[in-house]
């Protein structure tokens, strides 16, 4: 449901409701007592003004009731908020039994996501509603974080150990998610959607049935499939240009042209290889007509545009260097 | 001010520290604590424009959801490198080392402080540290976020890591040198009577900020240390593909820098402390109480740092113990701030330029405090952490707390720092310039935060530009009310109106001895016989105190009778 | 500020001097002990959880050296507080025999560990690229200074190691990062101890030090005790795990 606050996301996990109460409860306090100091400190500025150039205040050391009060009544209110987040957060750091474990990595920059029956997804979750989700979390070079506001729910992925988080959506609904710990260049476009799916549309989803397939990760399969990997190594190392940022990027020929590496000049890569040669590379990659269907074709190049992001090596990149500045 | 008797017009008294010696060796090989701190003054308002600048890159780049000013590379080498500059560069040294420097041995009746050559190699060390972050900034600069979390900065980031993390290494020396000199000072150095009850709060304040400062600073050292031999050498306890852990360079990094930020705000508490009773011409309400909690969050402050870490993937049990301590940190705190208030009640309140930035202070550093508690919170930090919440927190204290007691220590000494007075309604117009221009820049971000904006963003969904265009129109707002004081200040040190010894008139020892200070600050050394703050027993500051009131002990008319 | 004779100018009197200088060291003491406990909570943690690797870095270290090296800090202390002794009792002659004496050890000590170091950079024990901890096993001819009982002892010792630890090598090195990170920070410390011992015996040569005024020599002595008992912490804590067998 939507927050009763307002500029809150959402309220589509089990967590979210709870999390916006206590917000509400420690805004109200703190409202409180800020608007409390503000009127007392404003009255005393105005009531006790300087009525004549020489004049002094009164002689007054302190008080030591209203010491002990002021000490007691805070710390008060401050364990009982204490207590409130803690018992959130206890509850969301032991992960019930029966959960939907997802199995998520992150790297620089990008999320690779996979489903229980192996289905993989790239920068996209899809979840069906009302039912306890873990995700379990690695990385592969340096912190990222995943965070969905509208679940309000957070974890940091972290190289070298394995952390868990879990939730229960509640709302369908395409929510936003973000890397929520920076780690480099593209840290701030490292984010993708949340997809919360009635349980029939999920379970048709992930056999592949419904026409709302991953491309990407299709594609990614393919590339393998077709052992396109061994050639286009993402280093630059391989017999075939990387493709990293090859996407939307300009494209240095043989003979000299430039031409844009758009969806179909891939198409025309992988159909007619030997049309446009990359400077610097031999003509040796081997026609994939009538090997590879259209859907196939396009579910390669959603792949191939998946790796815009990706780190360009200095020597192999498919792609022109860009000219400090502008992409 | 006080009602000075008409007369001839004051002038300045002919021998004083600034003018006993001539030439640039005397500032550069200065064992004068006051020259010392004016080095600093210059160095550490250099840094200020240095991050300065890298804040004004962001908040243009951030105008528009996909920047056009900056690359995403160079927008991370702004914020990295605005931290970088104002945390270690500005805010750590700049009331303890300007301030705490000039006044400290002149408010305990001392004629320097305890070791003067080891303070100006402080200065020194802070200026050699200095050189290798601007290497760094020079040559490209640095992109890790000023936290330099590991691996990001010692395997992955492409720039110039080694050198920045060279610097500020080299720079917290500077730091624990200071904290030395200030708690040996204090120790040993005070003038007959000075008890430790009769102290300005601003010395309790810089004393238990020198605690930190040698508890905290060694241990950020040696981790810098070790994360730069990991850098350059390829060692690894903290790249977990050697088998290093990440979160251990977190724990070591967070152990000294949350510390830290104690060690920014309590300088800054100790000149509200001392601006209060002043301007409302009334002892400080709570004197203990409120040395006592300086103290005690210097103490409890060693003890919150894993709550930068909720969410690392840590045992849940440590962080329920974090996030109880940091709660109870919270305490003294707010028993300050309701000191403060209650100094007001009964009083007789003036609201010269220093009191507008303690009011200022109050207003904002209850903001920035009470943010807090949203973060303390465990279920709401899940939340919030890591978005512009936090960013907007932060700032509150640090810019609404901290800098505004700087620049109200600032007015109110510059008086007692060259002689001569800043112009009043300029410096008064600039305070609500600042003022209002920090709301604006800030209380967007915390809307931000809430709507799920994470920090350290180069680009953001459309959703969030007018909160972040608002934010930059504050900015420049802001950047003004910084930009007046630089001027009339500079201007008002060698044109403003001689302001004698003791304008407002003030309490403190540093007020019985002439504006600017002789170089041996007191010709006699004072007898102290009266308490803090107490304007009932003080004739020799002239004001109309009732009959009756105030005992049989007085204060001598001049420091040198 | 002005120094009259042995006063410096901010202070009122010698005792009050005296009790600054004495205090200041104390506080400095303070920080060390923060900046070598940054260290040595990364050496214990690690030590933890690759015990196996930092017990088989433990035994490529000689215990005779290490013990005899900690022989000579120990005297090193002695002297210098007989020094401080001298000093207190104005015996110009004998303050200037110790302080020679405590350098004289020093200069034995950093003589004994470049020895230790220089044998680590042959047997490719030095973190970076190069490091292997299989390197003399595998290399007995490069490494002619570990005789061949000593030899096969290392090699058993490797092969249990590597069983237990598939990554013997890469915590091998954390073990040795954190060896060459403590005790070169220790020799750090050393040198720059070695130098105000140097100051001091120049002044204690021009007559400086005497029953009335030993401070310095005193303030030195603290600096130099603390450094030993670094050493002291260092010496179990690298050379000594796991050594019952």
């Given at each position: 449901m939507q927050s009763p606050l307002p500029t809150f996301p959402d309220q589509a996990s089990n967590f979210a409701g709870n999390v916006d109460a206590l917000f509400s409860f420690i805004l109200m306090t703190t409202l409180f007592f800020a608007v409390l100091v503000t009127v007392l400190i404003i009255f005393a500025a105005f009531k006790f003004r300087r009525q004549s150039a020489n004049e002094v205040g009164d002689d007054v050391h302190g008080n030591n009731v209203l010491e002990v009060g002021w000490t007691l009544i805070p710390t008060i209110i401050a364990i009982g908020i204490f207590a409130w987040g803690a018992?959130?957060?206890?509850?969301?750091?032991?992960?019930?039994?029966?959960?939907?474990?997802?199995?998520?990595?992150?790297?620089?920059?990008?999320?690779?996501?996979?489903?229980?029956?192996?289905?993989?997804?790239?920068?996209?979750?899809?979840?069906?509603?009302?039912?306890?989700?873990?995700?379990?979390?690695?990385?592969?070079?340096?912190?990222?974080?995943?965070?969905?506001?509208?679940?309000?729910?957070?974890?940091?992925?972290?190289?070298?150990?394995?952390?868990?988080?879990?939730?229960?959506?509640?709302?369908?609904?395409?929510?936003?998610?973000?890397?929520?710990?920076?780690?480099?260049?593209?840290?701030?476009?490292?984010?993708?959607?949340?997809?919360?799916?009635?349980?029939?549309?999920?379970?048709?989803?992930?056999?592949?049935?419904?026409?709302?397939?991953?491309?990407?990760?299709?594609?990614?399969?393919?590339?393998?499939?077709?052992?396109?990997?061994?050639?286009?190594?993402?280093?630059?190392?391989?017999?075939?240009?990387?493709?990293?940022?090859?996407?939307?990027?300009?494209?240095?020929?043989?003979?000299?042209?430039?031409?844009?590496g758009d969806e179909a000049y891939i198409r025309e890569s992988i159909l007619q290889p030997k049309a446009k040669i990359v400077a610097g590379y031999q003509p040796v990659m081997p026609t994939f007509q009538g090997l590879v269907t259209e859907e196939q074709i396009l579910n390669l190049t959603a792949y191939i545009k998946s790796l815009q992001s990706q780190p360009v090596p200095a020597k192999g990149a498919g792609i022109m260097p860009t000219p400090a500045g502008k992409k | 001010m006080r009602e000075q008797a008409t007369g001839p017009a004051l002038k300045l008294p002919e021998k004083h520290y600034l003018n006993a010696t001539y030439g640039i060796r005397s500032w550069l090989l200065t064992t004068d604590h006051k020259r010392i701190a004016l080095l600093y003054l210059a160095s550490v308002t250099f840094f200020f424009f240095v991050g300065g600048f890298f804040a004004m890159m962001i908040r243009l780049h951030l105008l528009t959801p996909n920047g056009y000013l900056l690359t995403p590379d160079q927008y991370n080498r702004m914020f990295t490198m605005h931290g970088v500059a104002m945390i270690f560069f500005f805010l750590i040294p700049s009331i303890p080392a300007v301030m705490g420097n000039f006044l400290i041995p002149l408010m305990i009746g001392a004629k320097d402080l305890a070791f003067p050559k080891i303070n100006l190699l402080s200065w020194y060390v802070y200026v050699v540290g200095g050189l290798f972050t601007l290497w760094s900034m020079i040559n490209g600069g640095l992109d890790t976020g000023w936290t330099f979390y590991t691996p990001l900065s010692t395997v992955y980031s492409n720039s110039a890591v080694a050198p920045a993390v060279v610097g500020v290494f080299i720079t917290g020396f500077s730091s624990i040198l200071t904290g030395l000199n200030f708690l040996v000072t204090v120790h040993t150095m005070r003038a007959p009577g000075m008890t430790w009850f009769r102290l300005p709060l601003f010395v309790w304040a810089h004393y238990a900020t020198s605690?930190?400062?040698?508890?905290?600073?060694?241990?950020?050292?040696?981790?810098?240390?070790?994360?730069?031999?990991?850098?350059?050498?390829?060692?690894?306890?903290?790249?977990?593909?050697?088998?290093?852990?990440?979160?251990?360079?977190?724990?070591?990094?967070?152990?000294?820098?949350?510390?830290?930020?104690?060690?920014?705000?309590?300088?800054?508490?100790?000149?509200?402390?001392?601006?209060?009773?002043?301007?409302?011409?009334?002892?400080?309400?709570?004197?203990?109480?409120?040395?006592?909690?300086?103290?005690?969050?210097a103490v409890i402050g060693f003890l919150v740092w894993t709550h930068h870490m909720f969410l690392t993937g840590q045992s849940t049990y440590a962080a329920v113990a974090f996030s109880f301590l940091t709660f109870i940190v919270a305490v003294p705190s707010a028993i300050k701030t309701f000191n403060w208030t209650a100094t007001l009640f009964g009083g007789s309140i003036s609201f010269d330029t220093p009191m507008l930035y303690a009011f200022g202070f109050l207003g904002l550093f209850l903001v920035g405090g009470l943010t807090g508690l949203f973060l303390g919170a465990l279920g709401v930090d899940i939340n919030i952490h890591d978005t512009y919440f936090?960013?907007?927190?932060?700032?509150?204290?640090?810019?609404?707390?901290?800098?505004?007691?700087?620049?109200?220590?600032?007015?109110?000494?510059?008086?007692?720092?060259?002689?001569?007075?800043?112009?009043?309604?300029?410096?008064?117009?600039?305070?609500?310039?600042?003022?209002?221009?920090?709301?604006?820049?800030?209380?967007?971000?915390?809307?931000?935060?809430?709507?799920?904006?994470?920090?350290?963003?180069?680009?953001?969904?459309?959703?969030?530009q007018i909160y972040n265009v608002m934010s930059t129109a504050g900015a420049s707002i802001l950047a003004v009310g910084y930009l007046l004081p630089m001027v009339y200040l500079t201007w008002a040190a060698f044109y403003g109106k001689v302001a004698g010894d003791n304008p407002w008139p003030a309490t403190g020892l540093e007020w019985k001895t002439q504006s600017p200070p002789l170089t041996e600050n007191f010709d006699v050394t004072p007898v102290v016989t009266w308490e803090a703050y107490d304007f009932h027993n003080r004739p020799d500051l002239g004001l109309d105190v009732p009959a009756g009131k105030g005992s049989p002990v007085v204060a001598p008319a001049h420091g040198d009778d | 500020m002005h120094r009259t004779g042995a006063l410096y100018g901010q202070f009122k009197t010698l005792e009050q001097q005296k009790d600054t200088a004495t205090l200041g060291m104390w506080i400095f003491l303070v920080t060390e002990v923060m900046f070598f406990g940054g260290i040595m909570l990364a050496y214990t943690i690690n030590r933890h959880t690759y015990f196996h690797a930092f017990a088989m870095g433990s035994n490529t270290l000689s215990l005779g050296l290490g013990g005899f090296n900690t022989v000579v800090l120990l005297a090193s202390s002695f002297t210098m507080a007989m020094a401080v002794w001298a000093?207190?009792?104005?015996?110009?002659?004998?303050?200037?025999?110790?302080?020679?004496?405590?350098?004289?050890?020093?200069?034995?000590?950093?003589?004994?560990?470049?020895?230790?170091?220089?044998?680590?950079?042959?047997?490719?024990?030095?973190?970076?690229?190069?490091?292997?901890?299989?390197?003399?096993?595998?290399?007995?001819?490069?490494?002619?200074?570990?005789?061949?009982?000593?030899?096969?002892?290392?090699?058993?010792?490797?092969?249990?190691?590597?069983?237990?630890?598939?990554?013997?090598?890469?915590?091998a090195q954390l073990?040795?990062?954190?060896?060459?990170?403590?005790?070169?920070?220790?020799?750090?410390?050393?040198?720059?101890?070695?130098?105000?011992?140097?100051?001091?015996?120049?002044?204690?040569?021009?007559?400086?030090?005497?029953a009335e005024w030993n401070n310095p020599v005193d303030i030195v002595g603290l600096y130099w005790h603390f450094v030993d008992i670094v050493w002291i912490y260092l010496f179990p804590l690298l050379y000594l795990i796991d050594r019952h067998k």
């Open positions: 018992a959130i957060y206890v509850n969301y750091r032991i992960a019930p039994k029966d959960t939907l474990d997802i199995y998520l990595v992150g790297k620089q920059w990008m999320w690779k996501l996979q489903q229980p029956n192996g289905r993989k997804e790239i920068n996209e979750l899809h979840i069906p509603v009302n039912r306890n989700v873990k995700l379990i979390m690695g990385s592969e070079d340096v912190i990222h974080d995943f965070y969905v506001p509208a679940f309000r729910v957070k974890m940091d992925v972290v190289p070298g150990r394995y952390n868990t988080m879990w939730f229960r959506p509640i709302k369908t609904g395409k929510y936003h998610f973000f890397c929520s710990q920076y780690c480099g260049t593209n840290h701030a476009v490292m984010g993708g959607w949340v997809t919360v799916m009635e349980p029939a549309e999920y379970a048709a989803w992930l056999s592949g049935e419904s026409g709302d397939v991953n491309p990407a990760a299709a594609g990614e399969r393919l590339f393998t499939q077709f052992a396109c990997n061994t050639c286009h190594i993402p280093n630059g190392t391989g017999r075939a240009p990387s493709l990293n940022g090859l996407f939307g990027g300009t494209v240095l020929l043989a003979d000299g042209t430039t031409v844009v | 605690i930190v400062m040698i508890l905290g600073t060694p241990v950020v050292a040696i981790t810098l240390g070790l994360a730069a031999m990991e850098r350059v050498f390829g060692l690894g306890f903290f790249n977990p593909a050697m088998g290093g852990d990440p979160i251990l360079f977190q724990h070591l990094f967070w152990f000294y820098s949350h510390p830290a930020v104690y060690i920014m705000i309590l300088p800054a508490m100790g000149v509200i402390s001392e601006l209060i009773p002043t301007f409302a011409r009334k002892r400080l309400f709570g004197y203990h109480f409120v040395a006592a909690a300086s103290l005690a969050i936090v960013v907007a927190h932060f700032h509150y204290i640090m810019v609404g707390g901290a800098v505004m007691g700087y620049l109200g220590g600032l007015h109110f000494w510059w008086p007692k720092i060259t002689g001569r007075m800043y112009p009043e309604w300029l410096a008064r117009i600039a305070a609500f310039t600042l003022f209002i221009g920090f709301n604006f820049t800030f209380f967007p971000q915390f809307i931000l935060g809430i709507m799920g904006m994470p920090r350290r963003y180069h680009t953001y969904p459309p959703e969030f | 000093s207190q009792t104005s015996k110009k002659g004998l303050i200037t025999l110790f302080l020679s004496l405590t350098i004289l050890l020093g200069f034995v000590f950093f003589g004994v560990k470049y020895v230790e170091y220089a044998q680590k950079f042959h047997h490719h024990l030095v973190p970076g690229k190069s490091f292997d901890i299989f390197y003399c096993v595998n290399n007995p001819a490069k490494c002619e200074d570990i005789d061949a009982a000593d030899m096969a002892k290392e090699k058993e010792e490797l092969e249990v190691a590597a069983k237990a630890d598939p990554d013997l090598n890469a915590h073990y040795y990062s954190a060896y060459f990170g403590m005790t070169g920070l220790h020799a750090l410390h050393m040198v720059i101890g070695a130098g105000l011992l140097f100051w001091l015996l120049k002044e204690s040569v021009a007559g400086k030090f005497n």
